[in-house]
């Protein structure tokens, strides 16, 4: 999955590219924003670089082959990539693995304290939370939230787009690769759905999970019997995200023969977070 933003160093910046013609730091940061997009570098391609670049192929050639011999892009097997791009996505992709690890621990612990609750006879106020409706009456869901002492709490934020922008694009994301309808309107009663769930679920690192796991339901993606699939709606009531979390959804595989009905496995994608640590501008880090 590519990264939304990425963070910028305005003396970074400054330091490593003086010295540049204008024409070569517009492509630098040009071709830096296409691989955090990717995710990975990108393949060269001179004659549609440039046309995305918005300059002749000849000028485009010559300012990359300066890059390049700068040392501010490297070339390898035919891709341009770039060092700064490749520590910042690692560092995500490490932070982001132990905040993972942290959310399904979490969500663990809150079901066993859910079913423990279930078994000392408060299976009504349970079966009450759970048939709230986000859309109509969210600050009621909220309130039960807290009442039940079941919501986890937060994950720090850093200085990037605020939870719930987040929580949207990546939802966007995933609805385009798996063909889930795509939601283009954010309504009040949705934000406030999608904040408890947030709540819930350890913010964005949780969400993720979610999100990895409807990827990986056949029946999410609407390959069941009635051809259904997951929405944004869907996934920000408190019942249809308990029963996605709890495995609901997940594949299963036929108990007598061991024929699969679909996959039974997630799939476990190194989704990256920005890394919070701030520290001072270095010199020449682009």
């Known amino acids: 999955m590519s990264d939304p933003w990425f963070k910028f ?5 400054l330091a490593g590219t003086r010295g540049l013609t204008a024409a070569e730091t517009g492509i630098y940061v040009t071709l830096i924003a296409m691989m955090y997009e990717r995710g990975d570098s990108i ?8 046309r995305l670049c918005g300059c002749p192929k000849a000028s485009f050639s010559r300012a990359l082959n300066a890059l390049i011999d700068e040392g501010k ?3 390898a097997d035919s891709c341009l990539s770039n060092s700064r791009v490749e520590k910042e996505r690692q560092c995500r992709a490490e932070k982001s693995q132990k905040a993972r690890d942290s959310a399904l621990k979490k969500w663990s612990a809150h079901e066993e304290k859910a079913k423990q609750k279930q078994r000392r006879g408060d299976a009504d106020a349970e079966q009450n939370r759970c048939e709230l409706d986000a859309n109509q009456i969210p600050e009621a869901r909220s309130q039960i939230n ?4 079941v919501s986890l709490s937060l994950v720090p934020t850093d200085d990037g787009p605020d939870e ?3 929580a949207v694009s990546l939802f966007k994301s995933a609805a385009e690769e798996s063909g889930w309808p795509v939601p283009r309107i954010l309504s009040k009663a949705r934000k406030s759905a999608l904040r408890a769930r ?3 679920c350890d913010g964005i690192e949780g969400w993720k999970v979610a999100l990895d796991k409807a990827q990986a ?3 999410c993606c609407g390959e069941g019997g009635t051809g259904w699939k997951i929405s944004f709606d869907f996934i920000t009531t408190q019942s249809g995200f308990a029963k996605l979390m709890e495995g609901n959804y997940d594949n299963r595989t036929d108990s007598v023969d061991g024929r699969e009905h679909s996959d039974t496995h997630s799939t476990n994608r190194a989704i990256d977070v920005a890394s919070r640590a701030r520290r001072a501008p270095q010199e020449n880090i682009f």
Do not use: C, F, G
């Open 9 to 13: 160093y305005a003396s970074d910046w």
């Open 43 to 50: 393949p060269r391609d001179d004659a549609r670089l440039s």
């Open 73 to 75: 892009i490297t070339e």
């Open 146 to 149: 807290e009442d039940t002492n």
């Open 164 to 166: 719930i922008t987040q």
């Open 198 to 200: 947030l709540k819930e």
């Open 217 to 219: 339901s056949k029946h």
